[in-house]
C-alpha cells in the first residue's frame, strides 16, 4: 500500500519554505513546473491503482488528516 499526501504545488512549497528546520533536498530546489509535472503523474498513477494507492487530501490541518485515517483498515 501507498500512502499518498494530495496537496497544490505553491500550498506544499509554501509549507516546506516555512519550516526553516527542514533538511532542504534537491526536489525543493526544483522549479514549479516540475514540481506540477510530479503531481500530475502521481494523480495518473493513482488512478491506475487506486487499489493500492490510498490518497489523503493534505491541504487539511494534520489533525484532520490523522482523524481521518486512524480508524481506516486497508
Known amino acids: 500500500m501507498t500512502l499518498y499526501f494530495d496537496i497544490e504545488v505553491e500550498e506544499g512549497l509554501a509549507r516546506i519554505a516555512a519550516n526553516s528546520d527542514r533538511e532542504v533536498n534537491r526536489l525543493d530546489m526544483e522549479g514549479l513546473d516540475l514540481h506540477r509535472k510530479?503531481?500530475?503523474?502521481?494523480?495518473?498513477?493513482?488512478?491506475?491503482?487506486?487499489?493500492?494507492?490510498?490518497?489523503?487530501?493534505?491541504?487539511?490541518?494534520?489533525?484532520?488528516?490523522i482523524a481521518k485515517y486512524a480508524a481506516a483498515t486497508f
Not at 41 to 64: E, M, N, T
Open 38 to 65: 510530479v503531481r500530475q503523474g502521481l494523480s495518473i498513477s493513482f488512478g491506475k491503482k487506486a487499489d493500492r494507492i490510498v490518497k489523503s487530501d493534505a491541504s487539511l490541518p494534520l489533525d484532520q488528516v
